[in-house]
């Protein structure tokens, strides 16, 4: 019913930028809360950062100032913008996404299968 699908992800070098998407497709009714998380090489997956609906964001606290998230829900899109990536960044990035469904549904967590973000030192 619904699809996350990442894009954006790639080798850069420290202190460089990537922009990642996440496109929405198929059958449901509105995307709620959306987020970014990520899997560090052998460890486990934590938040990255939130972002509701009418816009209001929540990020891990030490990725403050270099990482934005946003959304354009017209296009069922989110996206998260990195800056000053640090090596410790390399990492999968999944996406996350609360979706209603239909409009008598509650929310049903999705998730993406995530994008490679490599940083070089």
């Known amino acids: 019913q619904v699809q996350l699908v990442e894009s954006g992800g790639g080798l850069v070098q420290d202190g460089g930028s990537l922009r990642l998407s996440c496109a929405a497709s198929g059958r449901f009714f509105r995307l709620n809360d959306m987020g970014w998380y990520r899997q560090p090489p052998g460890k486990q997956r934590d938040l990255v950062a939130t972002i509701g609906r009418s816009g209001s964001t929540n990020y891990a606290d030490p990725l403050k100032g270099r990482f934005t998230i946003s959304r354009d829900n017209a296009k069922n899109t989110v996206y998260l913008q990195m800056n000053s990536l640090k090596p410790e960044d390399t990492a999968v990035y999944y996406c996350?996404?609360?979706?209603?469904?239909?409009?008598?549904?509650?929310?049903?967590?999705?998730w993406g299968q995530g994008t490679q973000v490599t940083v070089s030192s």
């Open positions: 996350n996404a609360r979706v209603a469904v239909t409009p008598m549904s509650t929310s049903t967590s999705f």
